[in-house]
Protein backbone atom coordinates (compact mmCIF):
# COMPACT_ATOMS: atom_id res chain seq x y z
CA UNK A 1 0.00 0.00 0.00
CA UNK A 2 0.62 3.00 -0.72
CA UNK A 3 1.25 5.25 2.50
CA UNK A 4 1.09 8.77 0.47
CA UNK A 5 -1.75 8.06 -1.06
CA UNK A 6 -3.67 6.74 2.06
CA UNK A 7 -2.89 9.81 3.53
CA UNK A 8 -4.36 12.16 1.33
CA UNK A 9 -7.94 13.23 0.80
CA UNK A 10 -10.50 11.39 3.22
CA UNK A 11 -9.01 7.92 3.16
CA UNK A 12 -7.35 8.54 6.53
CA UNK A 13 -10.92 9.36 8.01
CA UNK A 14 -12.14 5.92 6.75
CA UNK A 15 -9.17 4.25 7.69
CA UNK A 16 -9.99 5.99 11.27
CA UNK A 17 -13.47 4.71 11.59
CA UNK A 18 -12.72 1.00 10.82
CA UNK A 19 -10.01 1.08 13.33
CA UNK A 20 -12.41 2.62 15.69
CA UNK A 21 -15.66 -0.23 14.79
CA UNK A 22 -13.16 -2.64 14.50
CA UNK A 23 -11.69 -2.45 18.70
CA UNK A 24 -15.77 -2.54 19.12
CA UNK A 25 -16.57 -5.19 17.55
CA UNK A 26 -13.95 -6.73 19.03
CA UNK A 27 -14.74 -6.06 22.41
CA UNK A 28 -18.33 -7.49 21.34
CA UNK A 29 -16.66 -10.93 20.19
CA UNK A 30 -15.29 -10.64 23.53
CA UNK A 31 -18.18 -10.18 26.03
CA UNK A 32 -18.90 -12.67 28.30
CA UNK A 33 -22.70 -13.72 28.74
CA UNK A 34 -23.79 -10.74 31.46
CA UNK A 35 -26.91 -12.26 33.40
CA UNK A 36 -30.21 -10.14 32.42
CA UNK A 37 -29.91 -7.56 35.35
CA UNK A 38 -26.53 -6.79 34.54
CA UNK A 39 -28.05 -4.80 31.79
CA UNK A 40 -27.45 -1.11 31.46
CA UNK A 41 -30.19 0.75 29.54
CA UNK A 42 -31.24 4.23 29.83
CA UNK A 43 -33.72 6.02 28.30
CA UNK A 44 -34.01 10.15 28.79
CA UNK A 45 -36.05 12.96 26.64
CA UNK A 46 -36.33 16.44 26.39
CA UNK A 47 -38.38 19.24 25.01
CA UNK A 48 -39.80 22.31 24.50
CA UNK A 49 -43.39 24.18 23.85
CA UNK A 50 -42.95 27.60 23.23
CA UNK A 51 -44.43 30.16 21.69
CA UNK A 52 -43.11 33.21 20.28
CA UNK A 53 -43.99 36.52 18.13
CA UNK A 54 -42.12 39.60 16.95
CA UNK A 55 -43.03 43.22 16.08
CA UNK A 56 -42.37 43.28 12.11
CA UNK A 57 -44.07 41.63 9.54
CA UNK A 58 -41.01 42.57 6.96
CA UNK A 59 -39.04 39.75 8.48
CA UNK A 60 -39.36 36.77 9.58
CA UNK A 61 -37.65 35.37 12.60
CA UNK A 62 -35.92 32.14 13.10
CA UNK A 63 -34.06 30.59 15.46
CA UNK A 64 -31.07 29.77 13.03
CA UNK A 65 -30.52 29.25 9.22
CA UNK A 66 -32.00 25.32 9.20
CA UNK A 67 -35.45 26.83 9.55
CA UNK A 68 -37.25 28.26 5.94
CA UNK A 69 -39.68 29.94 7.48
CA UNK A 70 -39.76 32.20 11.09
CA UNK A 71 -42.43 33.62 12.81
CA UNK A 72 -43.52 37.39 12.43
CA UNK A 73 -46.44 38.98 14.62
CA UNK A 74 -48.64 36.17 15.26
CA UNK A 75 -48.17 33.79 17.92
CA UNK A 76 -46.15 30.67 17.12
CA UNK A 77 -45.05 27.15 18.52
CA UNK A 78 -42.61 27.05 14.99
CA UNK A 79 -38.89 28.18 15.80
CA UNK A 80 -38.42 26.56 19.08
CA UNK A 81 -40.68 23.51 20.20
CA UNK A 82 -39.48 20.61 19.93
CA UNK A 83 -39.21 16.81 21.13
CA UNK A 84 -35.95 14.39 22.08
CA UNK A 85 -35.32 11.13 23.48
CA UNK A 86 -32.17 9.73 23.69
CA UNK A 87 -31.40 5.55 24.46
CA UNK A 88 -27.84 4.75 25.73
CA UNK A 89 -27.10 1.21 25.90
CA UNK A 90 -23.83 0.33 28.89
CA UNK A 91 -22.80 -2.82 27.11
CA UNK A 92 -19.61 -2.99 29.57
CA UNK A 93 -17.78 -0.74 31.34
CA UNK A 94 -15.62 0.55 28.38
CA UNK A 95 -18.12 0.39 25.34
CA UNK A 96 -21.92 2.73 25.08
CA UNK A 97 -24.40 2.73 22.38
CA UNK A 98 -26.38 5.98 21.97
CA UNK A 99 -28.66 6.94 19.70
CA UNK A 100 -30.79 10.27 19.83
CA UNK A 101 -34.23 10.90 18.00
CA UNK A 102 -35.97 14.07 17.43
CA UNK A 103 -38.72 16.23 15.66
CA UNK A 104 -38.37 20.01 14.95
CA UNK A 105 -39.24 22.10 12.80
CA UNK A 106 -36.32 21.53 10.15
CA UNK A 107 -34.90 22.51 6.21
CA UNK A 108 -38.25 20.96 4.46
CA UNK A 109 -40.18 23.21 6.79
CA UNK A 110 -42.24 19.96 8.69
CA UNK A 111 -41.70 18.43 11.70
CA UNK A 112 -40.43 15.29 10.56
CA UNK A 113 -38.49 12.84 13.23
CA UNK A 114 -34.74 12.42 12.77
CA UNK A 115 -32.26 10.71 13.96
CA UNK A 116 -29.72 13.67 16.05
CA UNK A 117 -26.88 11.01 17.24
CA UNK A 118 -26.25 7.30 16.78
CA UNK A 119 -22.77 6.30 17.55
CA UNK A 120 -20.47 3.81 19.48
CA UNK A 121 -18.22 5.43 22.17
CA UNK A 122 -15.05 3.24 23.38
CA UNK A 123 -13.14 4.01 26.29
CA UNK A 124 -10.01 3.23 25.84
CA UNK A 125 -8.25 4.17 29.56
CA UNK A 126 -10.28 6.43 32.02
CA UNK A 127 -9.32 9.42 30.43
CA UNK A 128 -9.45 8.32 26.71
CA UNK A 129 -12.06 7.67 24.98
CA UNK A 130 -13.48 7.68 21.29
CA UNK A 131 -16.61 7.72 18.85
CA UNK A 132 -17.86 7.17 15.71
CA UNK A 133 -21.13 6.95 14.03
CA UNK A 134 -23.57 10.36 13.75
CA UNK A 135 -22.56 12.74 16.00
CA UNK A 136 -23.48 16.63 17.21
CA UNK A 137 -21.32 19.11 16.05
CA UNK A 138 -19.98 21.50 19.09
CA UNK A 139 -18.21 23.90 17.16
CA UNK A 140 -19.07 26.21 19.45
CA UNK A 141 -19.49 26.09 23.47
CA UNK A 142 -22.65 24.17 24.30
CA UNK A 143 -23.80 23.89 20.41
CA UNK A 144 -24.43 20.01 20.48
CA UNK A 145 -27.26 20.39 23.01
CA UNK A 146 -28.83 23.75 21.27
CA UNK A 147 -32.02 21.96 21.02
CA UNK A 148 -32.35 21.04 24.88
CA UNK A 149 -33.97 23.86 26.15
CA UNK A 150 -33.92 22.68 29.56
CA UNK A 151 -29.96 22.60 29.72
CA UNK A 152 -30.17 26.80 28.85
CA UNK A 153 -30.96 29.39 31.18
CA UNK A 154 -32.13 31.43 27.82
CA UNK A 155 -35.18 30.61 25.80
CA UNK A 156 -32.61 29.60 22.89
CA UNK A 157 -29.02 30.26 22.65
CA UNK A 158 -28.26 33.94 21.58
CA UNK A 159 -28.85 33.89 17.75
CA UNK A 160 -26.36 36.97 16.90
CA UNK A 161 -23.32 33.97 18.29
CA UNK A 162 -25.46 30.54 16.74
CA UNK A 163 -27.12 31.49 13.69
CA UNK A 164 -24.00 31.06 11.42
CA UNK A 165 -24.13 27.42 13.14
CA UNK A 166 -27.02 25.24 11.12
CA UNK A 167 -24.80 22.31 11.34
CA UNK A 168 -25.95 20.02 13.51
CA UNK A 169 -24.55 16.35 12.89
CA UNK A 170 -21.61 14.55 11.22
CA UNK A 171 -21.16 11.03 10.41
CA UNK A 172 -17.70 10.55 11.56
CA UNK A 173 -15.20 10.02 14.23
CA UNK A 174 -13.71 12.07 17.19
CA UNK A 175 -11.39 11.59 20.50
CA UNK A 176 -11.42 12.94 23.61
CA UNK A 177 -8.54 13.09 26.09
CA UNK A 178 -8.99 14.41 29.99
CA UNK A 179 -5.88 15.35 31.88
CA UNK A 180 -6.34 16.00 35.38
CA UNK A 181 -4.12 18.74 37.28
CA UNK A 182 -5.24 18.44 40.74
CA UNK A 183 -8.53 19.73 41.06
CA UNK A 184 -8.71 21.17 37.70
CA UNK A 185 -9.31 19.52 34.10
CA UNK A 186 -7.87 19.86 31.05
CA UNK A 187 -10.02 18.31 28.19
CA UNK A 188 -9.19 18.26 24.20
CA UNK A 189 -11.22 16.38 21.61
CA UNK A 190 -10.60 16.20 17.34
CA UNK A 191 -13.01 15.23 15.06
CA UNK A 192 -13.22 14.42 11.56
CA UNK A 193 -16.35 13.61 9.32
CA UNK A 194 -18.87 14.80 6.67
CA UNK A 195 -21.55 17.10 7.32
CA UNK A 196 -25.12 15.89 7.22
CA UNK A 197 -28.15 17.88 6.12
CA UNK A 198 -29.55 20.89 3.97
CA UNK A 199 -29.77 24.29 4.56
CA UNK A 200 -32.91 25.96 2.91
CA UNK A 201 -32.65 28.92 0.64
CA UNK A 202 -35.49 30.66 -0.59
CA UNK A 203 -37.62 27.63 -2.04
CA UNK A 204 -34.33 26.09 -2.90
CA UNK A 205 -32.23 23.88 0.04
CA UNK A 206 -28.05 23.79 -0.14
CA UNK A 207 -26.87 20.23 -0.06
CA UNK A 208 -24.15 20.08 2.84
CA UNK A 209 -23.94 16.48 2.57
CA UNK A 210 -20.52 15.07 2.59
CA UNK A 211 -19.04 18.03 3.00
CA UNK A 212 -15.51 17.18 5.19
CA UNK A 213 -15.63 18.39 8.10
CA UNK A 214 -12.73 18.78 10.89
CA UNK A 215 -11.73 20.42 14.14
CA UNK A 216 -11.35 20.23 18.06
CA UNK A 217 -11.22 22.08 20.79
CA UNK A 218 -9.32 22.63 24.10
CA UNK A 219 -11.61 23.07 27.58
CA UNK A 220 -9.98 23.60 30.85
CA UNK A 221 -12.43 23.38 33.75
CA UNK A 222 -11.01 25.40 36.99
CA UNK A 223 -13.40 25.72 40.25
CA UNK A 224 -16.53 27.39 39.04
CA UNK A 225 -14.85 28.37 35.65
CA UNK A 226 -15.35 26.59 32.19
CA UNK A 227 -12.96 27.92 29.09
CA UNK A 228 -13.33 26.82 25.96
CA UNK A 229 -10.98 27.24 22.51
CA UNK A 230 -12.17 25.68 19.65
CA UNK A 231 -11.24 25.46 15.76
CA UNK A 232 -13.77 23.89 12.33
CA UNK A 233 -13.83 23.85 9.13
CA UNK A 234 -15.93 22.85 6.55
CA UNK A 235 -15.00 21.94 2.47
CA UNK A 236 -18.34 22.58 0.87
CA UNK A 237 -19.35 19.70 -1.70
CA UNK A 238 -22.05 21.53 -3.45
CA UNK A 239 -22.70 24.95 -4.73
CA UNK A 240 -25.19 26.96 -2.91
CA UNK A 241 -28.41 26.82 -5.50
CA UNK A 242 -28.72 30.90 -6.27
CA UNK A 243 -29.15 29.84 -9.83
CA UNK A 244 -32.36 28.55 -9.57
CA UNK A 245 -33.59 31.06 -6.84
CA UNK A 246 -32.47 33.98 -9.08
CA UNK A 247 -34.73 32.63 -11.64
CA UNK A 248 -37.34 32.01 -9.81
CA UNK A 249 -37.44 35.40 -8.79
CA UNK A 250 -36.52 37.58 -11.86
CA UNK A 251 -36.82 34.72 -14.22
CA UNK A 252 -33.21 35.75 -15.83
CA UNK A 253 -30.46 32.99 -15.78
CA UNK A 254 -27.02 34.24 -14.08
CA UNK A 255 -24.05 34.20 -16.35
CA UNK A 256 -21.70 31.90 -16.20
CA UNK A 257 -18.64 34.62 -15.12
CA UNK A 258 -21.71 35.24 -12.18
CA UNK A 259 -21.98 31.55 -11.52
CA UNK A 260 -18.14 30.95 -11.23
CA UNK A 261 -17.35 34.32 -9.06
CA UNK A 262 -20.49 33.12 -6.33
CA UNK A 263 -19.40 29.32 -6.42
CA UNK A 264 -19.20 27.84 -2.74
CA UNK A 265 -17.99 24.59 -4.31
CA UNK A 266 -15.00 23.59 -2.92
CA UNK A 267 -14.31 26.44 -1.00
CA UNK A 268 -13.99 26.21 2.71
CA UNK A 269 -15.25 28.10 5.44
CA UNK A 270 -13.14 28.19 8.84
CA UNK A 271 -14.79 28.79 12.51
CA UNK A 272 -12.84 30.29 15.95
CA UNK A 273 -14.43 30.70 19.27
CA UNK A 274 -13.29 31.48 22.43
CA UNK A 275 -15.89 31.09 25.39
CA UNK A 276 -16.10 30.88 29.43
CA UNK A 277 -18.93 30.21 31.40
CA UNK A 278 -19.07 30.64 35.39
CA UNK A 279 -21.55 29.17 37.64
CA UNK A 280 -21.01 29.55 41.72
CA UNK A 281 -23.82 29.97 44.03
CA UNK A 282 -26.50 31.99 42.70
CA UNK A 283 -24.43 33.69 39.85
CA UNK A 284 -24.50 32.22 36.24
CA UNK A 285 -22.42 33.92 33.46
CA UNK A 286 -21.57 33.79 30.23
CA UNK A 287 -18.90 34.94 27.45
CA UNK A 288 -18.72 33.68 23.59
CA UNK A 289 -16.64 35.60 20.98
CA UNK A 290 -16.25 33.96 17.48
CA UNK A 291 -14.71 34.67 14.67
CA UNK A 292 -16.47 32.81 11.13
CA UNK A 293 -14.09 33.23 7.91
CA UNK A 294 -15.52 32.44 4.37
CA UNK A 295 -14.21 31.08 1.21
CA UNK A 296 -16.62 32.05 -1.29
CA UNK A 297 -17.56 35.62 -2.59
CA UNK A 298 -21.37 35.12 -1.85
CA UNK A 299 -20.98 34.57 1.69
CA UNK A 300 -19.42 37.52 4.17
CA UNK A 301 -17.19 36.99 6.77
CA UNK A 302 -18.53 37.48 10.25
CA UNK A 303 -17.48 38.05 13.72
CA UNK A 304 -20.06 37.88 17.11
CA UNK A 305 -20.24 37.68 20.47
CA UNK A 306 -22.43 37.79 23.51
CA UNK A 307 -22.75 38.41 27.20
CA UNK A 308 -25.10 36.97 29.82
CA UNK A 309 -25.63 37.12 33.39
CA UNK A 310 -27.91 35.67 35.79
CA UNK A 311 -28.85 35.35 39.45
CA UNK A 312 -30.80 33.07 40.78
CA UNK A 313 -33.80 33.48 43.70
CA UNK A 314 -34.93 30.52 45.03
CA UNK A 315 -36.54 29.24 41.98
CA UNK A 316 -36.53 32.02 40.19
CA UNK A 317 -32.97 32.96 38.05
CA UNK A 318 -33.59 36.63 36.26
CA UNK A 319 -30.94 36.93 33.31
CA UNK A 320 -29.95 39.95 31.16
CA UNK A 321 -27.86 39.24 27.83
CA UNK A 322 -26.38 41.52 24.69
CA UNK A 323 -24.88 40.04 21.41
CA UNK A 324 -23.99 41.20 18.43
CA UNK A 325 -22.79 40.18 14.75
CA UNK A 326 -21.06 42.02 12.10
CA UNK A 327 -20.10 40.58 8.90
CA UNK A 328 -18.04 42.40 5.85
CA UNK A 329 -17.91 41.61 1.94
CA UNK A 330 -14.60 39.96 1.39
CA UNK A 331 -13.97 41.29 -2.18
CA UNK A 332 -15.95 44.00 -4.49
CA UNK A 333 -18.87 42.18 -5.89
CA UNK A 334 -18.57 41.19 -9.95
CA UNK A 335 -21.64 43.52 -11.08
CA UNK A 336 -25.41 44.49 -10.00
CA UNK A 337 -26.86 41.25 -9.84
CA UNK A 338 -23.68 39.76 -7.36
CA UNK A 339 -23.78 42.49 -5.58
CA UNK A 340 -27.65 41.51 -4.77
CA UNK A 341 -27.05 38.16 -3.68
CA UNK A 342 -24.15 39.06 -1.71
CA UNK A 343 -26.38 41.36 0.56
CA UNK A 344 -28.29 38.77 1.69
CA UNK A 345 -25.48 37.41 3.70
CA UNK A 346 -24.95 40.74 5.51
CA UNK A 347 -25.64 41.19 9.12
CA UNK A 348 -24.98 44.16 11.06
CA UNK A 349 -26.91 44.33 14.65
CA UNK A 350 -26.76 43.41 18.17
CA UNK A 351 -29.61 42.66 20.62
CA UNK A 352 -30.36 43.00 24.18
CA UNK A 353 -32.19 40.24 26.05
CA UNK A 354 -34.22 40.30 29.16
CA UNK A 355 -35.80 37.36 30.68
CA UNK A 356 -36.61 35.45 33.70
CA UNK A 357 -36.53 31.58 34.32
CA UNK A 358 -38.83 29.84 36.76
CA UNK A 359 -37.91 26.40 38.06
CA UNK A 360 -41.77 25.55 38.88
CA UNK A 361 -41.10 21.67 39.31
CA UNK A 362 -38.27 19.35 39.27
CA UNK A 363 -37.13 18.76 35.29
CA UNK A 364 -39.78 21.55 34.31
CA UNK A 365 -38.99 25.10 33.61
CA UNK A 366 -40.67 28.05 32.21
CA UNK A 367 -38.92 31.17 30.17
CA UNK A 368 -40.26 34.43 29.72
CA UNK A 369 -37.74 36.74 27.03
CA UNK A 370 -37.69 39.63 25.28
CA UNK A 371 -35.65 40.28 22.58
CA UNK A 372 -34.63 43.84 21.12
CA UNK A 373 -32.90 43.52 18.07
CA UNK A 374 -31.47 46.80 16.85
CA UNK A 375 -29.43 46.97 13.22
CA UNK A 376 -28.60 48.82 9.98
CA UNK A 377 -31.75 48.08 7.38
CA UNK A 378 -28.95 46.29 5.29
CA UNK A 379 -28.89 43.10 8.44
CA UNK A 380 -30.84 40.59 6.41
CA UNK A 381 -28.76 37.82 6.98
CA UNK A 382 -30.63 36.38 9.68
CA UNK A 383 -34.24 36.53 9.02
CA UNK A 384 -36.29 34.92 5.81
CA UNK A 385 -39.24 36.27 3.74
CA UNK A 386 -37.02 39.87 3.79
CA UNK A 387 -38.99 42.24 2.38
CA UNK A 388 -35.73 44.71 1.69
CA UNK A 389 -38.11 47.89 0.76
CA UNK A 390 -39.58 48.62 4.07
CA UNK A 391 -37.07 46.59 6.87
CA UNK A 392 -35.24 49.34 8.96
CA UNK A 393 -33.44 46.63 10.74
CA UNK A 394 -35.56 47.06 14.13
CA UNK A 395 -37.55 44.29 15.58
CA UNK A 396 -38.64 43.13 19.41
CA UNK A 397 -39.66 39.24 19.95
CA UNK A 398 -41.62 37.85 22.76
CA UNK A 399 -41.15 34.27 23.74
CA UNK A 400 -43.05 32.03 26.78
CA UNK A 401 -41.47 28.40 26.63
CA UNK A 402 -41.79 25.12 29.17
CA UNK A 403 -38.70 23.25 28.97
CA UNK A 404 -38.28 19.64 30.45
CA UNK A 405 -36.54 16.55 30.64
CA UNK A 406 -37.66 12.86 31.84
Known amino acids: MNLAKVLRGKTWAVLLNKAILAGIVAQLIALPARAENESAF ?4 FGTLGLA ?4 NDESFVRDLSQPRGIKKNWSGLVDSVLGLQGAWRINPQLEAVVQANSRY ?3 ATFYPEIAWAYLKYDLAPNFSLRAGRLGTDFFMMADSRWV ?6 VRPPGDFFWYLPFYSIHGADALVTVPFGEDILRAKVFYGHADGRIPLADEQWDISESPMLGGFLEYQMS ?11 LFKNDLPISAVIRDAFGLPLSSAELAFLSTRNTRTRYYSVGTVYDHGPWQAQLMLNHIEQGSNALESSDGGYLLAGY ?3 EFTPYLGYSWVRSRQGVKPLDAMAAYIMADSHSDQHTVFLGTRWDVAKNVALKAQWDQIRGQASSIFPFREDNRLNWNGRMDVFSLTMDFVF
Open 106 to 108: RYD
Open 42 to 45: TLQG
Open 53 to 56: RTTS
Open 312 to 314: RVN
Open 149 to 154: GYSFLT
Open 224 to 234: SWLIRASYANI
